[in-house]
């Protein structure tokens, strides 16, 4: 928390390298949830779509290229970072005024979680 | 033929008692504040600042509120009614129940009865610099500037802020922290970001993108909610955050363009 005191210099924030992540991550799922959600949740259960078209075999020879790796990797990238973010704010509008452990904890899960997907896909 | 006889309302014909719960409080004389209850009788066109000026006539002299247009121009009269931030001349009785409460602008210390303290809000409004910094010296001679109607459609909707508070008294995060700049004075930064005769947009960052800025901003949309002038403050923010998230890359990147373009324009004045 900061607050505007007309007697202290301002300092411009760092807060756009941690915005521009959620700005992104919050576009692109906004974005990809509503497409996955009428493949997985209604063309499939609906018989629209066969099942076998995203049976496990053929989602892991798409991923063989590199070029689809790069694209699942930065897709589930931002969206983590989005989601880390989002929980940060959340928890300081529910009152809970200790942003350096949400930092602490909401990042850091992310952090883990961005490794873990980068030694996995790439 | 239509048998209806009249289709224009029949003013001053619909009478109706208002049960009206007011927030008193007088600094010298009270330990803290109490309500006080007003039977008004009213009519059906009446808004919200007509029975609180018939309780001021008629009931009691001592109520004490700020007023002075009744056309939603001066925003003066911004009160919480049953909870919610209204702009009391713009706002009908026939809206409302029976029974309202009136209480001052959340957000701000009270300074008596409805009226509220709004300093540091004039202290945050001139922190951003609401006036053109243009990028040179102009003189006479130089003549008007000149702008396109569709570079005044630009900015033009943010400026019809009439500094009536409403978003203030709206805004979860003025609520938890005072010191936020706050929907109203970003917004009129962002008016003169978006002027084409500006160039002062790194030098109202600032403040403006400083963490008691916009950063601090998550985006709720009450503010945009409860304005009587539509100005959407919540959308100003937003915008401003994408362009300080610009600026700040760019003068990552290339830190000698920054530090020209402050030079310049900070010695325009301001405080
Ligand atoms: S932005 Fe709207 S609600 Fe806020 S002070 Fe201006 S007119 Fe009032
Ligand atoms: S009295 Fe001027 S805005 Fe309401």
């Known amino acids: 928390m900061s607050t505007y005191d007309?007697?202290?210099?301002?300092?411009v924030s760092n807060k756009p390298i941690i915005w521009s992540l959620f700005a992104a991550g919050g576009t692109v799922t906004a974005l990809l949830t509503p497409v996955l959600v009428l493949l997985f949740a209604l063309a499939v259960p609906l018989g629209i779509l066969?099942?076998?078209?995203?049976?496990?075999?053929?989602?892991?020879?798409?991923?063989?290229s590199p070029l689809i790796r790069l694209v699942v990797f930065g897709i589930l990238f931002l969206s983590l970072w989005h989601t880390a973010h989002r929980m940060r704010i959340t928890v300081h509008d529910f009152g809970l005024r200790s942003d350096g452990a949400a930092v602490f904890v909401f990042y850091g899960l992310a952090a883990i979680a961005t490794i873990v997907l980068a030694v996995a896909l790439i | 033929m239509s048998t209806k006889t009249s289709i224009l309302p029949v003013v001053g014909s619909h009478h109706r008692t208002l049960e009206v719960e007011v927030l008193r409080y007088d600094p010298d004389k009270d330990d803290k504040p109490y309500y006080q209850t007003y039977q008004v009788p009213c009519e059906e066109e009446w808004v919200i600042l007509d029975v609180i000026n018939y309780i001021k006539d008629n009931l009691d002299r001592t109520l004490s509120y700020r007023w002075s247009c009744h056309m939603a121009v001066c925003?003066?009269?911004?009160?919480?009614?049953?909870?919610?931030?209204?702009?009391?001349?713009?706002?009908?009785v026939r809206d409302m129940p029976a029974k309202i409460r009136v209480e001052p602008l959340e957000n701000f210390p009270v300074a008596r009865d409805l009226i509220v303290d709004m300093d540091s809000f004039v202290e945050k409004l001139s922190?951003?610099?609401?006036?053109?910094?243009?990028?040179?010296?102009?003189?006479?001679?130089?003549g008007t500037f000149t702008q396109l109607p569709a570079q005044l459609a630009d900015y033009m909707s943010y400026t019809h802020c009439i500094n009536c508070l409403l978003c203030y008294a709206a805004c979860p995060q003025v609520n938890?922290?005072?010191?936020?700049?706050?929907?109203?004075?970003?917004?009129?930064?962002?008016?003169?970001?978006?002027?084409?005769?500006?160039?002062?947009?790194?030098?109202?960052?600032?403040?403006?993108?400083?963490?008691?800025?916009?950063?601090?901003?998550?985006?709720?949309?009450?503010?945009?909610?409860?304005?009587?002038?539509?100005?959407?403050?919540?959308?100003?923010?937003?915008?401003?955050?994408?362009?300080?998230?610009?600026d700040y890359f760019i003068n990552f990147l290339m830190p000698w363009k920054k530090s020209k373009n402050t030079d310049e324009a900070s010695s325009g004045g301001g405080k």
């Open chain 2, 75 to 92: 925003g003066s009269c911004g009160m919480m009614v049953n909870g919610e931030p209204t702009l009391t001349c713009a706002s009908f």
């Open chain 1, 6 to 11: 007309p007697n202290v210099a301002p300092k």
């Open chain 1, 50 to 64: 066969p099942a076998e078209m995203f049976s496990y075999a053929r989602m892991e020879s798409l991923l063989a």
């Open chain 2, 176 to 246: 938890l922290n005072e010191g936020f700049v706050g929907p109203a004075a970003l917004a009129l930064a962002h008016r003169y970001n978006l002027d084409s005769r500006d160039k002062g947009r790194s030098v109202r960052e600032d403040v403006v993108a400083s963490n008691a800025g916009i950063w601090e901003c998550s985006f709720v949309g009450a503010c945009s909610e409860v304005c009587p002038k539509h100005v959407d403050p919540a959308a100003a923010i937003q915008q401003i955050k994408i362009a300080a998230t610009g």
């Open chain 2, 127 to 142: 922190s951003v610099k609401p006036y053109i910094i243009a990028a040179d010296e102009r003189t006479v001679e130089d």
